[in-house]
């Protein structure tokens, strides 16, 4: 099993260090320069210290809206660029921003329940629209040419919870330097791990008010995650561009020069 190195930051959750996980050809993505994260609005001092002493942070990457900016905005770190380059804009968010009015989504949740639309059908049917939407495309290619200009210190990339937006960015950038499918999928699991104390509160709150287990089932489908939805990804891919190397080449821009490069940047 791959060792996921979580980050132990005191105010964030789900921020992790890609460094250290194996490639198809036996190389490994360096330490210290690819980070996944959650929000970093609850950062402590003790914590930005670690991102920008120990991980020589350079570049902030926030994949949310510019809503969810307004609502909790990213501290300002010493020396670090901050890189707005939102995935889905305000009019896709639907019911997927994870700090909205909980009890109003559970109620939303209970109307998509009855219309047969469970929380996992949700999830996956967004994921599949991340990968394919062209306003999601752009965005993501552009992040990884935020990457191939980073040439020195760490790199982190950031939405709400670092499970949606961040889950379908960091597996696409693994598949890029060619670490296997099985790897990419428990580094994206691990959220579920994470962020398990978190998970807990919600559905100990939705079932204060809430004696259905559909309703109970389909808030740890939301504010979790599961293999179904990061396959979705790479199933659309495979059936809307035939494989996840011709939409790395030719949706994300990553030709031969540029995918040496990336490798070349982040592998060891």
Not at 55 to 62: C, G, P, R
Not at 110 to 134: Q, V
């Amino acid at each position: 099993m791959q060792e996921i190195n979580k980050i132990p930051l005191e105010g964030v959750f789900n921020t992790r260090d890609l460094g250290g996980f194996i490639t198809a050809d036996g190389r490994a993505v360096k330490p210290h320069r690819l980070i996944r994260s959650g929000e970093l609005f609850t950062l402590t001092e003790g914590d930005k210290k670690i991102l920008v002493d120990e991980y020589e942070l350079k570049t902030i990457v926030d994949f949310r809206t510019m809503q969810e900016i307004k609502d909790k905005p990213d501290p300002e770190l010493e020396g670090v660029t901050a890189i707005h380059n939102p995935i889905l804009n305000e009019a896709s968010m639907g019911i997927t921003r994870e700090e909205k009015q909980k009890l109003d989504l559970i109620e939303m949740l209970a109307k998509m329940l009855e219309k047969g639309i469970s929380g996992e059908k949700y999830l996956a049917d967004l994921y599949t629209t991340i990968a394919i939407k062209n306003f999601s495309k752009a965005q993501y290619k552009n992040f990884f040419e935020i990457l191939l200009n980073q040439e020195t210190g760490a790199v982190l990339w950031h939405c709400s919870a670092g499970k949606d937006r961040v889950g379908t960015g960091t597996a696409l950038l693994l598949t890029a330097l060619g670490v296997p499918r099985d790897i990419i999928i428990q580094d994206y699991l691990m959220t579920n791990i994470f962020g398990q104390h978190t998970l807990e509160q919600v559905v100990k709150e939705v079932s204060a008010k809430y004696d259905d287990p559909k309703i109970i089932d389909s808030v740890r489908a939301m504010f979790g995650v599961r293999e179904s939805y990061i396959l979705s990804v790479f199933n659309a891919i495979d059936e809307r561009y035939g494989s996840i190397d011709n939409y790395l080449r030719d949706e994300m821009g990553l030709n031969d020069e540029k995918l040496t490069k990336l490798r070349d940047m982040y592998l060891q």
